[in-house]
């Protein structure tokens, strides 16, 4: 079935470090990805995505990364600042299921002064 | 530009009543999704709209509906409400249907507690 999770719950980052995030997928025929980053209390907010057809893209400070072979999605953020601290999803999109997106657990980034 | 806005923000009902809650989609955008997040847990699919139809759908009993209006707003209603209904719901809009953008744009959710 379809999936999205994520290696690591809780990532501890020193500030001004650069911070990988990283996310498994299970679903194949998924052709879009996104990053999310969700504060406490609010809803998630858009970071980054990429197509299948691509294997890379970059934001500013962030980059994702996509590896088809594995199955394996990662979201690296530079120079990690205190208003990083949150928790971050991936998510998958199957075009063959609709526009709808599957997310992964979760993982907490807590940046350290 | 407006982004998503969702209403109430927060909200208690008691198990067996029923509930509605409300969304403005972005200016510009025709679709909406809606999903449930428990605490600790990922947004979950509960079903999206396009063009004031539904566009899919997860997996949610019937219990669970919606509307969407002509100028792309957007209800979604809970009969019968249990006590696992409580969660965060969250409405997201995006530009285009099954062949526009696809990126899903997230209103700050509606905390639905049951007891």
């Known amino acids: 079935g379809e999936s999205v999770g994520l290696h690591l719950p809780t990532l501890s980052v020193q500030e001004g470090d650069n911070s990988i995030i990283n996310c498994a997928y299970s679903n194949s025929a998924s052709d879009y990805f996104i990053w999310y980053k969700q504060e406490s209390g609010k809803g998630p907010q858009f970071i980054i995505d990429?197509?299948?057809?691509?294997d890379k893209r970059q934001g500013q400070r962030v980059t994702v990364l996509l590896n088809k072979t594995v199955k394996h999605l990662s979201l690296q953020i530079a120079a990690t600042q205190p208003g990083d601290s949150a928790v971050y999803f991936c998510?998958?999109?199957?075009?063959?299921?609709?526009?709808?997106?599957?997310f992964g657990g979760g993982t907490r980034v807590l940046v350290k002064p | 530009e407006t982004g998503v806005t969702q209403s109430p923000t927060h909200l208690i009902k008691t198990r067996g009543q029923q509930v509605t809650l409300r969304c403005s989609s972005q200016?510009?955008?025709?679709?909406v999704s809606w999903y449930q997040q428990a605490l600790g847990q990922g947004p979950q699919f509960i079903f999206q709209y396009y063009r004031e139809e539904e566009n899919g759908r997860g997996n949610f009993p019937p219990r669970f509906s919606g509307l969407q209006f002509p100028n792309y707003s957007s209800e979604l209603n809970v009969n019968a409400l249990e006590l696992d209904d409580s969660a965060l719901y969250l409405c997201?809009?995006?530009?285009?249907?099954?062949?526009?953008?696809?990126?899903?744009?997230f209103g700050p959710g509606t905390r639905l507690t049951v007891t």
């Open positions: 200016s510009g955008h025709n679709t």
């Open positions: 998510a998958e999109r199957a075009l063959a299921a609709g526009n709808k997106l599957t």
């Open positions: 997201a809009s995006s530009p285009g249907g099954t062949g526009g953008k696809y990126e899903q744009y």
């Open positions: 990429i197509r299948s057809n691509m």
